[in-house]
């Protein structure tokens, strides 16, 4: 089965700056991988969708990149606020036939004005 | 639209009790599931569901029973709750495999605490 690793470390940077966030995983390659945001308190939040034949995706001031033969993709804020201070979750199918996702232990974003 | 509606959103049980989490989604999505959030970890897929009728077992499924009798409502029962069990409890629907990439919308949460 799939396993996702995620930067456990909370990620601290200055508003204004790009943050970037780390996605590797083992296994197989997915037909697809999504990113979703968690504020304390509430439920994941679906942020974007980049499929395996895509290599970058944007959203406004999101980037999602995926990298197949590295296994890995890169989630970038620019410009980033301290409203976008979260946690930040990658979500990979649990394997290449179901639609169950599994998802990464999330990476917290803190942003200091 | 509500979205995912999950209740109650606290509660506190004692050990060897029992409670059903209650869900709901007008979404008309045929995916259901239930999650539970550890601290500083990642979700655990407890149970899901495929459509009214369907349902099997997550990673996590142990101490948990689910039923899905309407595409709207999937119910978690806990059956003699433990404190291993104290947790956040999430539910989450999607629409169907292929559409969108199985996006997960999910409910406020329920936080448990078995003492």
């Known amino acids: 089965s799939q396993k996702i690793e995620q930067n456990s470390e909370a990620l601290n940077i200055q508003e204004g700056k790009t943050a970037t966030l780390t996605c590797n995983y083992t296994?197989?390659?997915?037909?697809?991988l999504q990113w979703y945001r968690q504020d304390p308190g509430r439920g994941p939040v679906f942020l974007l969708l980049?499929?395996?034949?895509?290599k970058e995706k944007r959203k406004e001031r999101l980037k999602v990149t995926f990298d197949t033969t590295l296994k890995q993709s890169l989630f970038h804020i620019t410009a980033s606020q301290p409203a976008d201070s979260a946690t930040y979750l990658c979500?990979?199918?649990?394997?290449?036939?179901?639609?169950?996702?599994?998802f990464g232990q999330g990476t917290t974003l803190q942003v200091k004005p | 639209n509500a979205g995912v509606t999950q209740t109650p959103k606290f509660r506190i049980l004692k050990i060897g009790q029992s409670m059903t989490l209650q869900c709901t989604q007008d979404?008309?999505?045929?995916?259901m599931y239930w999650y539970r959030q550890d601290p500083g970890m990642g979700l655990k897929l407890i149970y899901y569901?495929?459509?009214?009728?369907?349902?099997d077992k997550g990673e996590v499924p142990n101490g948990y029973n689910v039923s899905r009798s309407t595409t709207e409502d999937f119910p978690l029962r806990l059956e003699l709750a433990a404190p291993s069990q104290t947790s956040v409890y999430f539910c989450?629907?999607?629409?169907?495999?292929?559409?969108?990439?199985?996006?997960?919308?999910f409910g406020a949460g329920t936080r448990l605490s078995v003492l």
């Open positions: 989450a629907s999607s629409g169907p495999r292929g559409l969108g990439g199985n996006i997960q919308y």
């Open positions: 296994n197989y390659s997915p037909a697809y």
């Open positions: 980049i499929r395996e034949n895509e």
């Open positions: 979500a990979l199918p649990y394997s290449s036939n179901t639609g169950k996702l599994i």
């Open positions: 979404m008309n999505h045929n995916y």
């Open positions: 569901s495929v459509g009214a009728g369907i349902t």
